[in-house]
């Protein structure tokens, strides 16, 4: 008999301003604002929390980000190659960034407007 204990539903990433990284991440993962208060931001798909995506609170923090994060974010286009997703996330503001990668890589790595880093990566997944 196999049990699942738990399942990941939200994402928390700390950050100077949540507004910007909401809309910045709005738009690469076409999310929307489900909730918010004084200090931080929930976005997450638009059927809401609880579905078969966690959802992302973005909380403020004066805090600065220190070296390179220890858990990152992996995207995957749906609807259109690597090379076109790549130019469609540095035009809603990500930037290439070198965590000391060869360039052999089949991923891209780029940072968020807040320098957050994530990848791109070359497989194309099916839309939920």
């Known amino acids: 008999m196999s049990t699942v204990a738990c399942r990941i539903s939200e994402l928390v990433l700390n950050c100077h301003d949540p507004e910007r990284l ?3 991440w709005c738009e ?9 208060d004084e200090d931080s931001i929930e976005i997450g798909p638009r059927e809401g929390f609880g579905g078969p ?4 609170t973005l909380s403020r923090t004066d805090e600065p980000k220190n070296g390179v994060l220890r ?6 286009a749906t609807d259109r190659d690597q090379d076109a ?3 469609r996330l540095l ?3 990500a930037r290439p960034v070198d965590i000391g990668q060869t360039g052999k890589e089949s991923w891209h790595v780029l940072a968020d407007p807040e320098g957050n880093e994530f990848c791109l990566l070359k497989s194309r997944l099916n839309p939920l």
């Open 85 to 87: 997703e790549l130019e």
């Open 71 to 76: 858990l990152h974010f992996d995207v995957n």
């Open 22 to 24: 909401a809309r910045f």
């Open 53 to 56: 995506q966690p959802t992302i």
């Open 28 to 36: 690469v993962l076409d999310f929307v604002e489900l909730d918010r």
């Open 91 to 93: 035009a809603a503001g």
